[in-house]
């Protein structure tokens, strides 16, 4: 396969709520271009994109899909994401590598939860946004007022291409806006009266054409092509395509849309750093010019083990080569590099700017990583705040858990796998059940292992309201050299986002030698031993021990953050003292004054919206109030559906689908994201710390 010129490749993610026909749209426009000769339906199982036995089963797609076709000399690279909330982080990866978001909208069902959603993760990645409108040929469609929707929600700057030809059973076809010269029969709304509003819309972003259009002069062919392209990667035009994907009316326009006015890879603009010196450049799609790849998603397939799917930014990248990576020292072997057709892979030789492609069985690539001289900045994924406690139903299967658990961590960034310091138990972290109910369905199918799940693990954490100062003395004698150490603290709490520059100063600690700050619990400790009290050989012994406490917790077993602890004098013996005393004396110490300091729980609280009817909304608010909910507005959703905005506590959400379903009758959705931390109420406070204590005496017998 040749190497495409930059300006005639086109990068899109069909992107949307679930159900309303991404995959059958790709299905169809693999066909429709010659791509792919058997026929592909997602109702039977035979999708060309939903190949995993999970996404058969369930009928949903589950991770993005790769793919692509030529079509009129163009390069078309359309990546399939999943529809459902709780695969969001396959949605921002595959936001990276494309320059255009599709969004697609069920017209029957209008704008649905994880049509904002989608929408605003576009916007944030900073690329150009389509709207598509599929399903037209479905019964009882009200198309203007669908329009005026999509209006109320994302703005006048969403302006329709082309109009439907009939509604339901009756659509025929599609009518062009652009070439409107006169009434197209059975035409929806017609398709002139809006030529002039959507030409008025992109002129402006040329002021020569915009003058000789007031002077009456209209663009050329040419000039609509340029300008649509330039205002749609810019944000100030969101074209609307009308279609059925699954008759195959409208994918012929829609392809030509996207080619003649579709946005090219070097039409967005993109910042990369310097490897070497942190300089900043913004990112030309030269063939030539620096190597800049990003890995944007990656699969553990069964046959070639693991795919590292990469977006080309600038530079040719080929096969058999060694390349740089940012964040390791010697460069990275490329053996072979493949265009992916859905399950498939085609080896190919080399690959530019624009091209999506992949490599496999490079240990160092992860999500995120790039390729090159230079650094992207980084994906940005949601938290995952749902976790549970997982076990191998088989004795003798726990290392075969931790290795297929590790590659479904690196398949999806939106896992994550922590081991409990308290019970010694893997804990895996997702977006929500499903998506926990999902990773057990692939443990049990790819890597045949079976498991037991304990109920939903909320990630709390301790920390303090007060200043305390306080000591401990380990002292032990058995016979031969005893153990001595002895240390003294003061305690006090330590905000997050504090800046340490700012807090650890001469002021406020005037003995301060030095002092230690770990970002991921938020823990800066003072050394402020004067005189040789405590020798500073052992001083890295006592840190070990803070962060060892810090990890096991204190008042129930969860991990301490946003502490401040000064060391400011302590006993030593010349013979008894050793590592593990003043280690141990670290650790009590610490444990000790933290009882003093008025220690709380913290809590996540997630922003949750919930998109229902709107004679649900008083339902939908009372259970949040019982749920120790906050309410923090609603919005129109269209379609007499609201959205409501909410922070509750995580601890009140997990299983929350369930509720919305018997509240709703099955017509809500909502998605959950984390917010912040903050401080557990006090009866709810015990209730934990009581629990824990009975999980510890279980562990015990």
Not at 126 to 140: F, H, P, T, Y
Not at 362 to 381: C, K, V
Not at 519 to 533: A, K, R
Not at 622 to 643: E, H, K
Request: with cysteine; proline share 5%; net charge negative.
């Amino acid at each position: 396969m040749t190497m495409f010129p930059v300006n005639k490749i086109r990068n899109v993610a069909f992107c949307g709520h679930g159900s309303v026909g991404k995959t059958t749209l790709t299905d169809r426009i693999l066909g429709f271009t010659g791509t792919v000769s058997r026929p592909a339906d997602v109702d039977n199982g035979s999708s060309i994109c939903d190949f995993d036995e999970e996404e058969k089963a369930h009928r949903y797609t589950v991770e993005a899909k790769a793919t692509f076709c030529e079509y009129e000399g163009y390069r078309f690279h359309f990546l399939d994401t999943p529809g459902y909330a709780d695969f969001i982080g396959q949605t921002i990866g595959a936001m990276r590598a494309v320059d255009v978001a599709a969004i697609v909208i069920n017209a029957q069902s209008g704008i649905e939860v994880n049509t904002r959603r989608v929408f605003s993760a576009a916007e944030k990645a900073s690329i150009g946004r389509v709207i598509i409108l599929n399903k037209l040929d479905a019964e009882n469609i009200d198309f203007e007022g669908l329009l005026q929707q999509i209006k109320e929600a994302f703005g006048d700057r969403c302006i329709p291409l082309n109009v439907p030809i009939g509604l339901g059973s009756g659509l025929s076809g599609v009518a062009s806006v652009l070439h409107a010269d006169q009434n197209v029969a059975g035409a929806v709304i017609d398709p002139s009266s809006l030529s002039q509003t959507f030409l008025e819309s992109i002129v402006v972003a040329d002021e020569e054409v915009l003058n000789r259009y007031f002077e009456g002069q209209m663009p050329t062919e040419e000039e609509i092509s340029r300008l649509l392209s330039r205002s749609i990667a810019a944000g100030s035009v969101i074209p609307i395509f009308c279609m059925s994907a699954k008759s195959g009316i409208g994918i012929k326009e829609l392809l030509d849309g996207l080619r003649l006015c579709g946005v090219s890879p070097d039409a967005i603009r993109r910042t990369a750093k310097r490897l070497d010196n942190g300089e900043e450049i913004v990112l030309s799609s030269d063939p030539g010019g620096p190597l800049v790849a990003q890995v944007f998603k990656t699969r553990v397939d069964p046959f070639v083990q693991k795919l590292s799917f990469l977006r080309i930014f600038s530079g040719t990248l080929q096969s058999n080569s060694t390349v740089a990576m940012a964040g390791e020292r010697k460069g990275v072997k490329i053996t072979q590099l493949f265009r992916v057709q859905a399950s498939e892979t085609i080896p190919v030789e080399e690959a530019g700017p624009g091209e999506i492609v992949a490599v496999a069985k490079i240990d160092e690539l992860r999500t995120g990583a790039t390729i090159g001289e230079y650094a992207m900045p980084p994906i940005d994924f949601p938290t995952p705040m749902t976790g549970l406690a997982i076990t191998p139903k088989s004795r003798g299967d726990e290392q075969k858990l931790s290795g297929a658990l590790a590659k479904i961590c690196q398949e999806d960034p939106t896992c994550r796998l922590d081991r409990d310091a308290q019970t010694k138990e893997l804990v895996i972290s997702g977006m929500s059940e499903l998506h926990l109910q999902l990773i057990r369905e692939r443990l049990k199918r790819r890597d045949k292992v079976e498991v037991d799940v304990k109920e939903p693990k909320i990630p709390y954490r301790e920390t303090i309201q007060a200043k305390a100062e306080g000591m401990y003395r380990h002292k032990k004698q058995t016979g031969g050299r005893g153990q001595f150490g002895e240390v003294h603290i003061r305690m006090q709490p330590f905000p997050g986002g504090t800046k340490v520059e700012e807090f650890a100063t001469k002021e406020r600690f005037p003995q301060m030698k030095e002092f230690h700050y770990h970002e991921e619990s938020n823990f800066l400790w003072i050394d402020s031993i004067v005189g040789g009290t405590i020798p500073g050989n052992f001083m890295p012994a006592i840190e070990k021990g803070f962060l060892e406490r810090i990890n096991r917790g204190v008042i129930a077993g969860y991990p301490v953050q946003d502490v401040c602890v000064e060391v400011f004098f302590g006993k030593h013996h010349p013979v008894d003292s050793s590592e593990q005393a003043f280690k141990t004396a670290g650790s009590m110490a610490f444990r000790n004054v933290f009882q003093q300091a008025k220690p709380s729980m913290l809590e996540p609280i997630v922003k949750i919206e919930v998109t229902v009817p709107s004679e649900k909304v008083g339902d939908i608010n009372s259970d949040m109030a019982g749920r120790r909910g906050r309410v923090l507005g609603m919005t129109s959703a269209g379609g007499n559906f609201q959205t409501i905005a909410a922070e509750i506590p995580l601890a009140e959400v997990i299983t929350y689908g369930r509720a919305l379903s018997s509240i709703t009758g099955g017509q809500g959705s909502y998605t959950i994201e984390f917010s912040h931390y903050d401080v557990v109420p006090g009866n709810v406070q015990k209730e934990i710390i009581e629990k824990s204590k009975v999980s510890e005496e279980e562990e015990e017998e």
